[in-house]
């Protein structure tokens, strides 16, 4: 937890930042560092300050080098890449960051100091997805909604025409092999007409907005699919049940998660049969987080990882797109479905996957 009184009134709008960002002496000491170094680092402020900021970087001397620079105005800035290492987490894999060296205004006793911002590389990787991802979801959302429309308008006349023509035909002899195919007709409009209802669903429906928390959701979720899955199937629970109640619609957010859980355990299948089949339901609180562009100070996440084989390479940058399967039988709508309905309660769900490990966090923002 942050210490507040640790907080110079100068640097208060550094702690709102995500970006990491630290204040040192020319020689590398910590004068300050904002609540997203912290977390980061998982250190307290006061374990911080008067820490010499290079030795949690694999190439300390080159920061060394970078700050002194700075500070005797050799040049008014400078950036690289480095690999950050998190303090008493030495043991992990360093994290790879983005380092923006600048000058500031010296201390009230004339000392030179140093601003140095630390981007996460894979954050502002995932934060440029993201940005196209929801660009190109909503450009093929309105292109499927007006088409949807435009085909369900002749949808109407089509099955009407085959059903009058089954009439004609059922009098007169000999034409059982023609009246077989207007049903045929009627059926496969049934079928398109069931298809289009399904792509116009979220937005036919109006929100019913009330209180909701996240782990009754999960816990619904979790008990129609192992009713349906009651063996070989482990669906772990790992709650945060810190995160509060939020607005939103109960009944689309039930079946934003049930698309999801659903569609791994149909992809578990191998896994099942075998008995070693794991879905995980993970929830947890994110600080500072932009979605779609806007900035939210507190959202949930909610991790929905499974074992299985993962999302085919060839698809997996369109996996939200209407009408893509990476399962044989699948309609390709049930994801679609589900990232409309968090942007509808103006959250997004994005995927990282391998074999083996599949994780789709759904990021809804809270009050």
């Not at 619904?220 to 619609?249: K, Q």
Request: aromatic content about 4%; charged content about 25%; overall charge negative.
């Amino acid at each position: 937890m942050t210490d507040t009184s640790l907080l110079p009134a100068e640097f208060a709008g550094l702690d709102l930042l995500a970006t990491m960002v630290v204040v040192t002496s020319a020689e590398g000491e910590c004068l300050f560092a904002n609540a997203a170094f912290e977390n980061i680092m998982r250190l307290s402020r006061r374990a911080v300050q008067k820490a010499q900021l290079p030795d949690w970087f694999d190439d300390a001397q080159r920061l060394t080098e970078t700050l002194a620079g700075v500070a005797a105005n050799h040049y008014s800035s400078s950036r690289f890449d480095a690999l950050l290492r998190r303090g008493a987490w030495a043991h992990e894999d360093g994290l790879p960051v983005h380092a923006i060296v600048s000058q500031m205004d010296a201390g009230a006793d004339g000392t030179p100091r140093v601003l140095v911002e630390l981007i996460e590389i894979a954050q502002q990787a995932r934060q440029d997805r993201d940005e196209r991802s929801l660009d190109q979801v909503q450009a093929t959302k309105e292109l499927t909604r007006n088409l949807a429309h435009e085909i369900k308008n002749p949808l109407g006349g089509i099955r009407g025409a085959a059903q009058l023509l089954a009439l004609e035909l059922g009098g007169a002899e000999g034409d059982a092999e023609l009246t077989e195919y207007t049903q045929v007709i009627v059926h496969e409009v049934d079928r398109l007409q069931s298809l289009v209802d399904r792509l116009l669903a979220p937005h036919r429906k109006a929100q019913v907005v009330g209180d909701v928390n996240i782990h009754e959701i999960c816990e619904r979720v979790r008990a129609l699919v192992l009713v349906e899955y009651p063996r070989g199937l482990d669906i772990t629970r790992d709650y945060d049940t810190s995160l509060p109640d939020f607005r939103g619609d109960r009944e689309q957010l039930i079946q934003m998660t049930l698309n999801i859980v659903q569609n791994a355990a149909q992809v578990l299948g191998s896994r099942i049969a075998a008995g070693d089949a794991q879905i995980v339901l993970r929830t947890r609180v994110a600080r500072q987080v932009t979605i779609g562009k806007q900035r939210w100070r507190l959202a949930l996440e909610l991790h929905i990882e499974d074992n299985g084989p993962g999302v085919p390479a060839e698809i997996r940058d369109r996996i939200f797109f209407p009408l893509v399967s990476g399962r044989e039988g699948g309609s390709g709508l049930g994801l679609t479905l589900a990232q409309t309905i968090a942007q509808q309660h103006q959250g997004m769900i994005d995927c990282e996957s391998e074999p083996g490990l599949t994780n789709f966090r759904i990021t809804l923002p809270l009050p």
